[in-house]
């Protein structure tokens, strides 16, 4: 593990523009975008009548918007199928899908098992009943509570953190960890693996701090190789932060891939590239907060 304050105005300018980031890295770890439902008509009770029965789908909802809903079935087809007012929604009670009961549309949560008989018009599908069980109903509705939690958590305690710091922009760099990597490798070692989780221990001691992770290569192999290089190293280490060393991702700016830029030592020798083989791992807090 090695200590550096290398290049601080260079680090400083990623740490504004990753802060500019950071919203976008922390919505992403609620899960990736509803797809696009808008094919999907709109239809009302009295216009089901109308239409001819539909195939069966049988799958997993995979998405939802307003009254529509995706389902992607075994072999990975998806089908998107509209919810009106006449839609049947069921759950069965007991054993062989014995004693029904009623709920509403939105039970239809995101990873629940269902079955839906449908009813066509053109090339558009709407559910005239949708089944499901007990039992997945009640690992879906833990599943989607405990994530909306964590998210409600998360996103409080990430605006309080913004909040404090909207206005500046300058930080402290209160110290920086180097990691190494193998050459064209992307792999961190047991002593990196170390090293990353005494980082975050130490940073977790410092109030408002935040972490700016930066990945490095050497000058072997082209610029474009090395710039996606550097980026995969980055990413692995951000990952490891979060789900071994316990960081929470709100406290971490947007990571970022340099390429071969900024090399601590010279590309022309074997012991100098190694040491430029790297992801910076820099604890900044902010002037304005330091202290406090």
């Known amino acids: 593990?090695?200590?550096?304050?290398?290049?601080?105005?260079?680090?400083?300018?990623?740490?504004?523009?990753?802060?500019?980031?950071?919203?976008?890295?922390?919505?992403?770890?609620?899960?990736?975008?509803?797809?696009?439902?808008?094919?999907?008509?709109?239809?009302?009770?009295?216009?089901?009548?109308?239409?001819?029965?539909?195939?069966?789908?049988?799958?997993?909802?995979?998405?939802?918007?307003?009254?529509?809903?995706?389902?992607?079935?075994?072999?990975?087809?998806?089908?998107?199928?509209?919810?009106?007012?006449?839609?049947?929604?069921?759950?069965?009670?007991?054993?062989?899908?014995?004693?029904?009961?009623?709920?509403?549309?939105d039970s239809l949560l995101n990873g629940l098992p269902v079955t839906i008989r449908t009813l066509q018009s053109g090339g558009d599908l709407v559910a005239s009943r949708i089944t499901l069980q007990n039992k997945d109903l009640r690992t879906a509705s833990m599943i989607h509570n405990g994530t909306a939690q964590r998210f409600d958590e998360q996103t409080a305690a990430t605006e309080a953190l913004r909040g404090r710091m909207g206005e500046i922009d300058q930080y402290n760099v209160k110290s920086t960890t180097n990691v190494n990597f193998d050459t064209g490798k992307a792999v961190l070692s047991a002593q990196a693996k170390n090293d990353l989780c005494a980082t975050a221990t130490a940073a977790e001691g410092m109030d408002n701090a935040l972490l700016l992770v930066v990945g490095y290569t050497d000058a072997t192999g082209e610029l474009e190789y090395n710039q996606e290089l550097s980026e995969k190293r980055a990413g692995r280490?951000?990952?490891?932060?979060?789900?071994?060393?316990?960081?929470?991702?709100?406290?971490?700016?947007?990571?970022?891939?340099?390429?071969?830029?900024?090399?601590?030592?010279?590309?022309?020798?074997?012991?100098?590239?190694?040491?430029?083989?790297?992801?910076?791992?820099?604890?900044?807090?902010?002037?304005?907060?330091?202290?406090?």
């Open 1 to 105: 593990m090695s200590v550096t304050s290398h290049s601080k105005k260079g680090l400083l300018l990623i740490a504004m523009l990753a802060g500019a980031g950071s919203a976008g890295a922390s919505a992403q770890t609620q899960g990736p975008p509803q797809s696009d439902l808008s094919a999907t008509i709109y239809t009302s009770p009295a216009e089901t009548a109308e239409m001819t029965e539909g195939p069966e789908v049988k799958g997993i909802i995979s998405a939802r918007s307003d009254d529509k809903v995706q389902v992607t079935t075994a072999d990975g087809a998806r089908t998107v199928v509209a919810v009106n007012d006449a839609t049947k929604i069921s759950a069965s009670k007991g054993l062989f899908g014995l004693g029904r009961s009623k709920l509403a549309a």
């Open 237 to 292: 280490v951000v990952n490891y932060l979060q789900q071994a060393c316990g960081w929470k991702p709100y406290r971490m700016l947007t990571p970022t891939g340099m390429a071969e830029a900024d090399p601590v030592a010279s590309n022309d020798t074997s012991e100098g590239k190694a040491q430029n083989r790297r992801v910076a791992v820099n604890v900044l807090v902010s002037k304005g907060l330091d202290g406090l």
